[in-house]
Each structure stands twice: as C-alpha cells, then as structure tokens.
C-alpha cells in the first residue's frame, strides 16, 4: 500500500513531522479502516489518507487529541469523497476490513456513514448531521435504519451458526 510509504518518507527536519509521522504509523490501520467504512473504496481511502498526510500541519506538536484530529480530517477528506461503489471495490474492501466491521459495508451510504461518524467516532448527533448538511431528525432516522439493519444481519448471523454447517 502506497500510504506506508507515504508515511515513512515523511521527513524528519523540521517542526514535528518525525512526532507526526509516530503517530501517523502507530494509527496507520486504523485509520484507514475508518476511512474505507466511510467511503467502500479502498482507492478512494487511500487517496483520501494521502490527503490528510499532505495536508496536514507539521509546525504544531501533536498533542494527546493527535488521533481525534487525524480521524476529524479523514472524516471530512471521506463524508466530502463517495461516489459509486463498484462491486469489484466493494470486494476490495471487505477483504481489507477486520470481520466484525463487515457488516458495515452493506449499509446504504448515508447510513453507513451515519453509523460510522457517531458510533465509531463519536460524534454528536448535531455534528453528524451538519457534516452530512441534513437535519438531525433525518440524522436519527438514518441512525435508527443503520442500527436496525445490523442488529437483523447479525440475528441472522447468529441464526445460521446455531443451526450448523449444511442447515
């Protein structure tokens, strides 16, 4: 994956690229989990990743809230991104996700993204929904939709394991 170099070509001289660039690595994965969830384009992560190392400030020290400015920024690269995802993507990323997320990736996209900014991120729902440019009742009944369909996923998840292999 082109990011990893990305990171590690990152230089050392000057302001704190070299603490950025720490940071930057030991969050690497995550982050771009995050932003896979919020686009289901692992090209599009990518880029989006890239975007934020590139536009990121070196002259100011990461503090303790360095991860929660990354994810900030992989937010607005990723809400701002998203086009069509096309089935040879959507392939791409769930191979690319760690299994529990999975599920995830079948939400519709603004759902997806809903679930995502507020249970992965923790944003407010006001936050949520500014993001999106959508009010916050739309906000909670996309929210709502999300939740309702993964907890029927993984019922049925759990269904099919209880009945065993061939049932």
Not at 68 to 95: C, D, K, N, Y
Not at 130 to 148: W, Y
Not at 154 to 161: L, Q, V, Y
């Amino acid at each position: 994956m082109a990011l990893y170099e990305d990171v590690t070509m990152l230089s050392s001289s000057g302001g704190y690229q070299a603490t950025w660039k720490d940071v930057f690595q030991a969050n690497l994965d995550t982050l771009f989990q995050l932003a896979l969830l919020l686009t289901a384009e692992p090209q599009e992560a990518e880029a989006n990743l890239t975007g934020v190392i590139n536009a990121l400030d070196f002259s100011k020290q990461p503090d303790e809230d360095a991860l929660a400015v990354l994810q900030t920024a992989v937010a607005q690269q990723s809400i701002g991104s998203g086009g069509v995802i096309s089935s040879a993507g959507a392939a791409e990323a769930r191979s690319m996700l760690q299994p529990g997320l999975l599920p995830i990736l079948h939400l519709e996209r603004s759902a997806r993204v809903c679930f995502v900014l507020r249970m992965l991120f923790g944003y407010a729902t006001s936050a949520c929904a500014g993001r999106l440019g959508i009010d916050e009742g739309a906000m909670k009944l996309l929210l709502r939709g999300a939740v309702l369909q993964l907890h029927h996923a993984r019922s049925g998840h759990i269904a099919k394991t209880k009945q065993g292999p061939g049932a």
